[in-house]
């Protein structure tokens, strides 16, 4: 999330198959080189980051199927 400037949602996806949501993770405050780490509690190969609310907006869930 370096130099990021708005908050946002983070979808973890594996096998098309959603398996891991956060919600709202902050940007960083000051943009100084600080990178903030976040992980999935479950296996992924895919990671989708979409704007604040966006999984609460759109009821997502875990083990929803996903296709792009």
Same mark, same amino acid.
């Given at each position: ?12 996806? *594996?096998?098309?198959?959603? /398996? ?5 993770? $902050? ?6 080189? #600080? &990178? ?8 992924? *190969?895919?990671?989708?980051? /979409? ?5 609460? $907006? ?6 929803? #199927? &996903?296709?792009?």
């Amino acid at each position: 999330m370096k130099e990021m400037l708005f908050d946002l949602d983070f979808i973890f996806i *594996n096998k098309e198959q959603v /398996v891991y949501l956060l919600e709202n993770i $902050k940007a960083p405050v000051n943009n100084q080189g #600080q &990178i903030e780490y976040a992980n999935s509690e479950a296996p992924f *190969n895919q990671l989708l980051e /979409v704007r604040a609310g966006f999984i609460a $907006k759109y009821n997502i869930k875990v083990g929803e #199927q &996903i296709s792009f």
